[in-house]
């Protein structure tokens, strides 16, 4: 004998968030069973395994018959189907589209195509989630992707108004887009110790201050494309290397500014052009899109691996780039009779903000094995450090290499667009 | 006469793509009314089309209104090839035909589609303007409101309950065949939808006729069936009570009124000494119908005994077997419980039964196959068996005075062995025999009878006297309410039936017990739909069985009272149910029954404990049943158990709280075909309930529990087994003595082993007692019950023997040695039987900590409810995949399909603990060979445990009248009622009523504070009234005219906004709301159908998404009407069929309820004020 047929429904929808989690996950009802009863789920109640079995696929189905609600999630609030409190509703749209960091960093920046999706199973098995889950995950970006594509307007916005998502989550898929959009380089191996967080603030401050939507604040505009016009104007920033007299100017006023307040001045001094020309390079090699998407590795390998060699820490780096950019300011009120015009003041100023946003976004990055607070006084103390060079205060940032390392990323990446 | 309906299409919203090449649709809207169709426009790619129409107006008869549903059919507009359906839409417009329902229909609905479910939405407005016309040959029946509710709704009061009112109308199924048919499956499953749309409709109609006829405004507990015969056609039928209603506005009320209500029994029986057929039969063929219902078969049973009136059951089953030879095996013996033997037929027949402790039924009696029970007394007609009675009459009575005392036989027994006769006119007679006069078997049947009709006698000469004495005592205004009585008792119709099951305080004076009868009939073509004489007499058979037992319980009404079928092939059971009761006390009183005791004069005392008193006089029991004094009042006699098919009256005093007690059946039987088929069932029905009874009674005192409330029986019967089902909430009523306890017995004591055997079940079915105890908080000081009690020994010390076992004659002295310890039941674990029925006692699992569980609609004990419900639908279908199974296997696999979905339930909705959960409705269906599909339906509320206030509440329970206070929240109309008639009472009568009444004071005192509280209460009605009112008028005053309507509405119909949270609930109440307004009945049947039934999730995938479609058509639909509730929610029908090889699946749903406006008793002057401003611009939905 065997149950042929056991449904439940209830006038409002029941769901419980364990079994809901286990089913985002892509368990089998079996498994999800199983786990549950790991779980303890049962302890106190007089139940068996069966019912526990059929409570689980009783749900699983309930999801699977909302799940086509989910894909629009703004249908969820006005269908009549399933009867579902809204605090609910907002669970489990927030649950669906909640994604694995770690599956998302093999996905961050490819192309969401059908070919991606046939490598998910590859994805799968290196990360460890069910390919279902995978499944569910990539299309969920490709599905976003797909809404916000041709709408105008704030990126998160969008995606915050259209799809019903948490402001965090609604920040994460705009990174994602705009990272398939661009299709950043982000799987090579030395960038492999970089979060989908860190890449997600990078993705943050430069859609923030890169794209067209950043520049004029115009509704129409989009945010998903870099400001092609600002890419350009980069260009100019070539002075500071071609130019010898620039560049000796500029060293030298950031050498004056940084003697005796740092272990590894020697090194400094010795690789002041070397680390100049590799950011100011990058910067002006950004009109090119294949540059574009290399902009993550470039900056590792023409910048923080350099800096890293020469064993500086956090704060040195972060001394370096203020100065460097400090420096180029003046640099530039001396240039002011000269060429620079206008345009050079407002070039400038974007530069700042970029490589505010950089800034932020690198040290970010650096902060993630150094813990939360931590991560979160230094992007303070940078994003300061960046407008006044107030300097950092070195209690802040742990001397270690690996993470020095990383702080010198940010601060690298701060520098760099200062280097005009 | 004419009414004009204007509907108007609004937009749709997430239509499906229908156009795969555009992802598009370009969707047009069809409005059907009768035969006038209206088209829109076609809204061109979009899945958001808005189509703004015009008004559609249609003129119709009012009797097409209320017959006719309107017809909406969104379809996708294609150029060159058919245009494609995409769904429909039916609205019932009935609730706007009156005037104190809903206004206007106005709202989102689902767009359905038979294959492939709910395809988006659409908005749609209607409305009605209905001329007044008093026509009085009309045919239609607008204004007539119905209500599922089996109580009298809440924000009414009734004036008059007219009665009983049933109707049937019967129809071609359109497709009974769902597989291999001709049409596409679309088209068959819409006309069938469409037909029974239809039907229900006509029968609503049509009781509204009679309901108008009797004088009454109102049909309140109506219960509408489906029999979906198949070959033989479509049979929608309904009953009810009729009531005049009158919505509660102001405070004073008159009082008088609300009790009249019934029909004094008196005349009822003078009427009607005809209709008393004897209870005892079976089937007869009703003269239209010749061959086919001759085999039919019916009995009845009440508790406290069992009353099998088709049977003559003498004995338990297995001797009777034993005994049998071919021709016993029908004797269904078993069906007279010995103890509790039948009234009637058993006194004389069997002597042993008469002493309550016998224990054994002798074998004598198998000698006496009782066996004719059954006999096809097809050809009976009721002529022949009115006439019978006369004749034995003697005899019967003669035994039933003698019996009680003297065992002495009266083996007058009717055994006539006619059993074997064929049924007469076997052949085919076809309808053209008439009333068929005498056959064979004829003269068992008059023997049968005899017994019933000796208790109708009975009455009929007590009521006589009665009456005469009546008027006497009470002074007055009562008789003025006398007066009103046998007027309404006048117009009172042939059956003193109510479908209600609580009632206004003071209504229901005694409950004697359950009364039942089945009937198994084989269908035959329906040949002409408009003459469904067949199925009447079929069902005026069973009603006059119920009656004739009521009549023998010494009761004049029946109240709770159900209808219902279970089909297979060609072999239907009808059964019908509900508890005899006497009514109207109060009034009545002297006109009532019994003259013969005085004592019952007092009923108006003790309300917690007056309804538990017998009706019938303690020397003339129509059944040996135990009587002691009652535990509350010490005045009166009560039984020593109750079962009713009843709601626990608000009033009752309860020690503890309650649980669902539930008895768990199968049977096999051969296959067969036609009349053979029917024979076995016939067969095998006494023993089945007869089972089903014992087990009950054992669950019930395993519980420590001795009152049944809320009792359904079900049986339901498939090819190869019969499968018996019985729920009811057990409580302790404090009025009852305490139930013993259940005793194990051993056949071979001498072995040492065995007794240790035997002695560890002893332990462990005590243990249970006393954990049971434990567990629902009954607590009984039993040394002060001995102290006060009366006369009567210990009342506990009864001896019941509940299976006797009869291997053989030895084995007879054994058992009655055994049975010597007069501790309550004895069971024989020897018996297989027993092994049986010890085995289901000891699985039941006990509800898990935090859950309560009942089948009524208030648990007692528990008060304090949070707003947290939660109504669900779970269906299981269980497939035995061992062809070779037995009873017991069976029975096993049964019982753990029932416990397990139990189980599954309390772990579903542990997040509530605590929580009780209401109204377990259990349906079950043996849909085909080897299947056996259960469907529950309830609600799970949760309350607070705050111990404190229980407490306190329970001790107010216990002191007089109390109750009530606590009900108030949950049952405000009782209280309501009881408020207005009393106060009123109390003035005026002041003189004549006290006077006379002894106890009449202290309630008299408690009703001027109730009442005082329900004007409160009142005066808040009043008042909301007035916003109300207020809001409309500001609508009407809005530029759209037709804002007037909607003073109630919220906001809810905008696209953009989400859905109105509509609650559904299977009670009559919401807990912390009040309900302010009924809106109309939400009666619904869908069919849905897949040939994709993989793909769609294999069978459960299929029906969860039909289930949650039907719920979320159902909200749609109350919502529309403005409400925010359904309440009385219930599934009636839920038909599933499958083919998986062809991966096909079918399902017929049937839901009803009531919708409802209701308010949070917090924010009393919250809701409604922001609920009254009109949206202008609701009409034009974005």
Redesign the interface.
């Known amino acids: 004998?065997?149950?042929?047929?056991?449904?439940?429904?209830?006038?409002?929808?029941?769901m419980d968030q364990e079994v809901y989690q286990l089913w985002l996950s892509g368990y089998t009802v079996g498994d999800a069973v199983k786990v549950r009863m790991d779980g303890g789920v049962l302890d106190g109640?007089?139940?068996?395994a069966?019912?526990?079995r059929?409570?689980t696929?009783?749900q699983f189905?309930?999801f699977?018959?909302c799940e086509r609600l989910l894909h629009n999630p703004a249908?969820l609030?006005?269908?009549?189907?399933?009867?579902i409190?809204?605090d609910r509703q907002a669970m489990l749209i927030d649950r669906y589209y909640a994604f694995d960091d770690a599956f998302v960093r093999e996905v961050l920046g490819k192309k969401l195509s059908k070919g991606t999706k046939k490598d998910l199973d590859d994805v799968s098995s290196k990360t460890g989630i069910l390919l279902k889950s995978c499944r569910r995950q990539f299309d969920n970006f490709k599905r976003v992707f797909k809404v916000v594509e041709e709408l105008k307007g704030p990126l998160v916005e969008n995606i915050r108004q259209h799809l019903l998502l948490s402001d965090r989550l609604a920040r994460d898929y705009a990174a994602i887009v705009f990272f398939a959009n661009h299709r950043f380089e982000t799987g090579k191996k030395k960038l492999q110790y970089l979060t989908f967080q860190d890449f997600a603030f990078c993705a943050g401050e430069l859609i923030s201050h890169w794209t067209v939507g950043a520049m004029d604040n115009q509704l129409e505009d989009m945010d998903v494309d870099l400001d092609k016009e600002f890419l350009q104007d980069l260009k100019e920033l070539k002075v500071l290397i071609t130019d010898k007299d620039l560049l000796d100017q500029h060293k030298s006023l950031v050498c004056t500014a940084l003697r005796s307040k740092t272990k590894v001045f020697a090194e400094m001094e010795a690789s002041f052009k070397n680390l100049s020309r590799g950011l100011i390079n990058i910067a002006a090699k950004l009109t090119n899109t294949k540059d574009v998407r290399d902009l993550f590795i470039d900056l590792v390998e023409k910048f923080i691996e350099p800096c890293r060699s020469d064993r500086w820490v956090t704060i040195d780096v972060n001394l370096y780039l203020t100065h460097y950019i400090n420096s180029a300011h003046i640099l530039d009120t001396f240039k002011h009779q000269a060429v620079w015009n206008s345009l050079w003041d407002e070039l400038f100023k974007m530069l700042t903000d970029i490589q505010h946003v950089t800034v932020c976004f690198l040290v970010k990055m650096g902060m993630v094995a150094s813990g939360a607070s931590a991560a979160a006084e230094g992007t303070r103390a940078t994003a300061a450090s960046s407008e006044e060079p107030v300097p950092v205060h070195p209690t802040q940032f742990t001397t270690s290499i690996s993470f020095s390392f990383r702080d010198m990323l940010n601060v690298g990446c701060r520098a760099w667009p200062h280097s005009g | 006469m004419p009414g004009k309906l204007k509907a108007k299409i609004v937009a749709g919203r997430h239509l499906p793509v229908m156009d795969r090449a555009s992802d598009l649709t370009d969707a047009f809207v069809e409005v059907k009314f009768g035969n006038t169709t209206f088209k829109t426009d076609v809204f061109p790619k979009s899945l958001n089309p808005q189509w703004n129409s015009e008004w559609f107006k249609f003129e119709v008869d009012d009797e097409d209104l209320q017959d006719e549903p309107l017809q909406i059919t969104v379809l996708d507009h294609d150029t060159y090839s058919a245009n494609d359906a995409i769904g429909k839409v039916y609205i019932d417009i009935d609730p706007l035909l009156s005037s104190e329902a809903a206004t206007v229909i106005s709202g989102w609905f689902p767009i359905y589609d038979t294959i492939h479910g709910i395809r988006g939405e659409i908005n749609v407005l209607v409305k009605v303007d209905l001329f007044n016309d008093l026509n009085r040959f009309r045919q239609s029946s607008c204004g007539v409101r119905f209500f599922c509710t089996t109580s009298i709704p809440l924000c009414y009061r009734a004036v008059v309950v007219h009665g009983f009112v049933e109707e049937l109308v019967v129809n071609e199924d359109p497709e009974y065949q769902w597989i291999d048919r001709i049409r596409t499956p679309r088209a068959s499953n819409e006309a069938r939808q469409r037909l029974i749309s239809l039907m229900s409709g006509e029968l609503q109609r049509k009781i509204g006729l009679k309901v108008l006829e009797m004088g009454g405004n109102a049909v309140v507990g109506y219960l509408q069936c489906f029999d979906l015969e198949g070959e033989s056609g479509l049979v929608v039928r309904a009953i009810g009570t009729a009531c005049t209603l009158e919505k509660l506005s102001g405070g004073g009320a008159t009082n008088n009124a609300q009790h009249t209500a019934n029909s004094s029994p008196s005349k009822d029986m003078k009427e009607s000494p005809k209709a008393c057929m004897s209870g005892c039969r079976s089937s007869h063929s009703s003269p239209v119908h010749g061959a086919a219902s001759r085999l039919a078969q019916s009995f009845s049973v009440s508790y406290p005994t069992l009353l099998f009136s088709g049977t003559q059951g003498s004995n338990r089953p297995r001797p009777s077997l034993r005994a049998r030879g071919a021709s016993a095996a029908q004797s269904l013996a078993s069906a007279a419980r010995q103890c509790r033997p039948v009234f009637g037929d058993e006194c004389p027949s069997n002597p042993l039964s008469s002493g309550p402790s016998t224990p054994l039924r002798a074998p004598p009696f198998t000698s006496f196959s009782p066996s004719k029970s059954y006999s096809r007394q097809s050809s009976s007609s009721d002529t022949d068996i009115s006439l019978t009675p006369k004749t034995v009459l003697f005899p019967a009575r003669l035994c039933l005075y003698l019996s009680p005392s003297s065992p002495a036989l009266s083996s007058v027994a009717p055994p006539i062995s006619c059993q074997t006769s064929r049924p007469p006119g076997s052949g085919m007679a076809p309808r053209s025999t008439t009333p068929p006069p005498s056959h064979v078997a004829q003269s068992e049947v008059s023997m049968l009878r005899k017994s019933v009709s000796f208790s109708e006698d009975m009455l009929l000469a007590a009521s006589g006297m009665g009456s005469g004495g009546s008027a006497g005592k009470e002074a007055g205004p009562l008789k003025i309410l006398l007066r009103q009585q046998t007027q309404t008792a006048l117009e009172q119709r042939e059956f003193p039936f109510f479908t209600l099951t609580s009632f206004p305080q003071g209504f229901l004076l005694h409950v004697a017990g359950v009364v039942s009868a089945r009937s198994v009939k084989l269908l035959d073509r329906i040949h002409n739909p408009d003459e469904p004489e067949t199925r009447d007499a079929w069902w005026e058979e069973l009603r006059q069985e119920i009656k004739s037992h009521a009549r023998a319980l010494g009761c004049h009404a029946v109240v709770g009272y159900s209808e219902s079928t279970s089909i297979c092939e060609e072999v239907c059971i009808l059964s019908a149910s509900g508890t005899a009761a006497v009514l109207n006390c109060r009034f009545l009183q002297d006109g009532c029954l019994d003259v013969l005791s005085e004592h019952r004069c007092d009923d108006s005392a003790p309300p917690g404990c007056g309804f538990c008193h017998v009706p019938y006089d303690e020397l003339n029991m129509p059944f040996p049943a135990q009587l002691s004094p009652c535990c509350c009042c010490h005045r009166t006699k009560v039984p020593d158990v109750l079962f009713t098919t009843i709601d626990l009256p608000t009033d009752a005093q309860v020690t503890g709280k309650g649980c669902l007690i539930q008895a768990r059946l199968c049977r096999l039987k051969k296959k067969s075909q036609g009349e053979g088929n029917a024979t076995c069932i016939s067969n095998l029905l006494p023993f089945l309930e007869y089972e089903l009874h014992t087990q009950l009674l054992n669950k019930l005192k395993l519980c420590g529990m001795n009152a049944l409330f809320g009792l359904c029986i079900q049986i339901s019967v498939g090819e190869n087994m019969l499968v018996g089902l019985a729920s009811a909430t057990g409580v302790y009523l404090s009025a009852l003595p305490s139930p013993g306890g259940i005793q194990i017995a051993g056949k071979t004591p001498n072995d040492l082993t065995y007794d240790q055997h035997v002695s560890s079940i002893q332990r462990k079915i005590n243990d249970t007692i006393v954990k049971n105890r434990e567990l629902y908080e009954i607590h009984i000081t039993e040394v002060a019950e001995d102290v006060i009690g009366s006369p009567i020994p210990e009342p506990r010390q009864r001896s019941r023997l509940f299976r006797s076992h009869s291997e053989s004659s030895d084995e007879l002295s054994e058992l009655d040695l055994s049975h010597g310890k007069k501790d309550a039941f004895v069971l024989e674990i020897d018996d297989t039987d027993a092994v049986e029925d010890l085995h289901s006692l000891l699985t039941d699992a006990p509800t898990p900590p935090g859950f309560y569980s009942c089948n009524t609609e208030i648990m007692p004990g528990i008060y304090n409810w949070t707003s947290a419900i939660q109504m669900f639908t779970s269906v299981r279908v269980f497939r035995l995949n061992n062809a070779n199974l037995t009873n017991l296997g069976l029975n096993k696999i049964f019982n753990e399909l029932c416990e397990n979905l139990l189980k599954s339930l309390y772990f579903k909705l542990r997040s509530m603990v605590p929580c009780c959960l209401c109204r377990l409705n259990f349906t079950v269906a043996v849909p085909e060979d080897e299947l056996i599909q259960v469907a529950v339906t309830a609600v799970a509320m949760s309350f607070h445990k705050d111990q404190t206030q229980e407490a306190n509440k329970a001790a107010q329970a216990h002191s007089q009248m109390k109750a009530i206070a606590e009900t108030e929240e949950q049952l405000q109309f009782p209280l309501e009622l009881n408020a207005e008639s009393a106060s009123p009472l109390s003035p005026k009568g002041s003189g004549p009523q006290d006077g006379s009444n002894s106890h009449g004071r202290a309630p008299s005192v408690d009703y001027s504070s109730f009442a005082d509280r329900c004007s409160s209460w009142i005066e808040q009605l009043r008042l909301r009234a007035h916003t109300i009112r207020r809001g409309s008028i500001k609508t009407s005053s809005s530029p759209l005219p037709e804002g007037r309507s909607r003073s109630l509405r919220s906001t809810r119909s905008f696209p953009g906004s989400s859905v109105s949270v509509v609650k559904m609930t299977p009670l009559s109440f919401i807990p912390g709301a009040k309900i302010v307004k009924y809106l109309g009945i939400i009666n619904m049947f869908f069919i849905r159908e897949t040939t994709s039934l993989r793909e769609e999730g294999g069978v459960s995938g299929f029906l969860h998404a039909f289930i949650a479609e039907v719920f979320a058509m159902v909200r749609a639909h109350v919502a529309a009407l403005g409400g925010n509730a359904v309440v009385s929610y219930s599934m009636k029908e839920c038909v599933f069929m499958e083919n998986p090889n062809k991966n096909q699946a079918q399902c017929l749903i049937n839901v009803s309820g009531d919708a409802v406006i209701f308010t949070r008793e917090s924010d009393q002057e919250g809701h409604l004020p922001q609920t009254s401003h009109p949206q202008p611009t609701e009409d034009t939905p974005p």
Do not use: W
Request: charged share 20%; glycine share 2%.
């Open positions: 004998m065997s149950v042929e047929l056991d449904v439940f429904v209830g006038n409002t929808t029941i109640c007089d139940a068996s069966e019912v526990l059929s409570d696929m009783d189905r309930t699977q018959m249908k609030a006005n269908q009549l189907l399933f009867q409190p809204p």
